[in-house]
């Protein structure tokens, strides 16, 4: 599955390695991500996608505030991941 604004994707490598985050934005080879908590909408990270693992969600429309994202993410891992 490819990696599009709006994916929920799991993190692979790195500090937020096995953390659940929607993309937010995406630019060639990397991908704006956002947790709502740790990583805020309004200052994404910003990783390869390499190191990002794609689930097969795909978020309509555009997250704009925090517990919009935690909102998402919550609801996503409540139905099983």
């Given at each position: 599955?490819?990696?599009?604004k709006?994916?929920?994707?799991r993190v ?8 659940y ?10 991908a ?5 908590r740790?990583r805020?909408v ?7 996608v ?11 429309g555009?997250?704009?505030t ?8 919550n ?6 991941g």
């Amino acid at each position: 599955m490819n990696i599009v604004k709006g994916s929920i994707v799991r993190v692979k490598a790195g500090h937020d390695k096995d953390g659940y985050f929607v993309v937010l934005e995406r630019e060639g080879k990397f991908a704006y991500i956002a947790d709502g908590r740790r990583r805020k909408v309004e200052a994404p990270k910003k990783k390869s996608v390499i190191h990002l693992a794609p689930t097969n969600t795909v978020i309509e429309g555009s997250i704009e505030t925090n517990p919009q994202a935690k909102r998402i993410l919550n609801d996503f891992l409540k139905n099983g991941g």
